[in-house]
């Protein structure tokens, strides 16, 4: 029930399905992220380069380590990391760079490898969202989730590849990092009782790996119907005062969220609430302007394009 069987089987199909050497089960993506920041070193004064423009998350694990975000603006199409202001934000406190592929839309992990190993930092992709993206890179479509030093999952179970309650991952090609993922996951030890650091207790729980086994075999096919259904919004909502989202020349879009812009936002959710049709805002405020920053000095309009998108943003519903 811990570790077992059926644990073992999930990464080795998960780690052949991204199209890497080692994949890692642990509790849940936040730990995911978290994991994979130790096993970089990450720890306090450290700072780490990431967007304002997501979940908590990807920005608390960092502050859990005793380290700082250092955000950086998004691109308006979308919304993910924009690569041409990362370079200005490295300072020698930096220790990594974490790209989130957004709403499924892979990040330009093309430009952002190349600014990492020009400043010899490692990259951890927060894939959460992103389960089946991919991305051109070198003439080669890879996975997301094997670009990058390190990526996370979430398994959470709205996601294109959900578990019936928490689950993550750690996707690596570097066996040392993967060892090391495998150690902090079960606090800290390689052998039973012998303890090398303070770990955790965050082990994918053998239940929830057993159903992302019968489930993963389904993923490519349902991330096939979302792509369907947001091809049919797109047609639907074109002439519109909306923006739909859009999927870059090489970009393997999955939307774990279809993600329009609308500047009149207001009405059109009041109007979709009065038809009984699901809406929701990811995400309503700017990490850089949560309540829980404010001791990092970011101002409003420090990053005016994810604060416009936070604005304006609008997501339908895009079950397969």
Same mark, same amino acid.
């Given at each position: ?16 399905? %991204? ?26 004064? $450290?700072?780490?380069?990431? @967007? ?22 998004? @691109? ?40 990492? #190993? ?7 992709? $927060? ?46 090609? $570097?066996?040392? *990092? ?5 150690? %902090? ?26 159903? *992302?086994?019968?489930? %993963?075999?389904?993923? $490519? ?14 047609? *639907?909502?074109?002439? %519109? ?31 979709? @609430? ?24 970011? #101002? ?21």
């Amino acid at each position: 029930y811990v570790l077992g069987p059926a644990v073992e089987e999930f990464e080795a199909a998960a780690a052949q399905a %991204l199209g890497v050497e080692h994949a890692v089960g642990v509790a849940n993506g936040t730990d995911a992220l978290l994991l994979a920041l130790r096993a970089l070193g990450v720890g306090p004064g $450290d700072e780490v380069i990431t @967007t304002p423009f997501t979940f908590i998350a990807t920005a608390e694990v960092v502050s859990l380590l005793g380290g700082t975000p250092v955000f950086v603006d998004i @691109t308006a199409d979308t919304f993910n990391i924009d690569p041409a202001q990362i370079e200005a934000a490295i300072t020698p406190r930096t220790k990594a760079i974490i790209p989130v592929h957004l709403f499924g839309h892979p990040a330009p992990m093309n430009e952002i490898n190349a600014i990492a #190993r020009r400043h010899g930092l490692p990259v951890l992709a $927060d894939a959460a969202q992103a389960w089946g993206a991919a991305l051109g890179v070198n003439g080669d479509r890879q996975k997301c989730g094997a670009m990058g030093d390190l990526a996370s999952f979430s398994f959470f179970p709205s996601k294109n590849l959900g578990a019936c309650g928490e689950g993550g991952l750690v996707s690596t090609n $570097d066996a040392e *990092l993967a060892e090391k993922v495998r150690m %902090l996951r079960v606090h800290g030890q390689r052998r039973r009782y012998i303890h090398d650091e303070v770990g955790y207790n965050s082990r994918l729980h053998s239940l929830q790996a057993a159903i *992302l086994n019968v489930k %993963l075999p389904h993923a $490519d096919r349902w991330n096939e119907a979302r792509r369907a259904n947001a091809a049919r919004y797109n047609e *639907l909502l074109a002439g %519109l005062p909306v923006t739909t989202p859009a999927e870059r020349s090489g970009a393997y879009h999955v939307y774990h969220q279809y993600t329009l812009r609308a500047p009149n936002r207001e009405p059109i959710c009041e109007a979709l @609430t009065k038809a009984e049709v699901g809406w929701a805002i990811y995400y309503p405020v700017c990490l850089h302007l949560q309540p829980v920053y404010r001791n990092l000095g970011y #101002r409003e309009g420090q990053f005016p394009v994810a604060e416009a998108a936070a604005r304006e943003v609008l997501s339908l519903p895009i079950f397969p």
